[in-house]
């Protein structure tokens, strides 16, 4: 059986990141850990520390058709749930045991993680994230 840590953050797919920073900093008093650029995904994040949790904002950059299509039909919104887990190639080979349908078959490796995303169509409609700290 998986073993989840906690939920390590909510992923919020948002048209202009300076206001949404705006909002969930200065206005929700959420503390602003970092901004990076996520080439891999395509993507440019804000991670905002809430309790024992994050919420990641991410703007789509060039290229990501999938959230710029998202964001500019909807104006953002849910994009994915991200948990926390302690041996994430483990996770894939217990999930593909049990026939869930990956986007990811290895994890991607980033400065101080490594992630893998779960196909929607398993998991309820739900992106899910697996999240692994290095």
């Not at 990501?64 to 948990?83: I, S, Y």
């Not at 996770?91 to 045991?97: G, I, N, S």
Request: charged share 25%.
């Amino acid at each position: 059986m998986i073993k989840i840590k906690k939920i390590n953050h909510i992923g919020i797919a948002v048209e202009n990141l300076e206001k949404s920073m705006w909002f969930w900093n200065d206005v929700l008093g959420l503390t602003l850990m970092n901004v990076e650029e996520v080439p891999s995904h395509k993507v440019k994040v804000a991670f905002l520390r809430a309790g024992d949790s994050d919420i990641e904002l991410l703007t789509p950059l060039e290229g990501n058709f999938v959230m710029g299509k998202f964001v500019q039909e909807k104006g953002g919104g849910l994009d994915h749930l991200c948990l926390e887990v302690e041996n994430i190639e483990a996770v894939l080979v217990e999930l593909q045991e049990n026939g869930i349908k990956l986007l990811d078959e290895t994890p991607k490796v980033l400065p101080g993680r490594k992630i893998a995303f779960v196909n929607p169509s398993s998991s309820d409609g739900v992106l899910l994230e697996f999240y692994e700290l290095i």
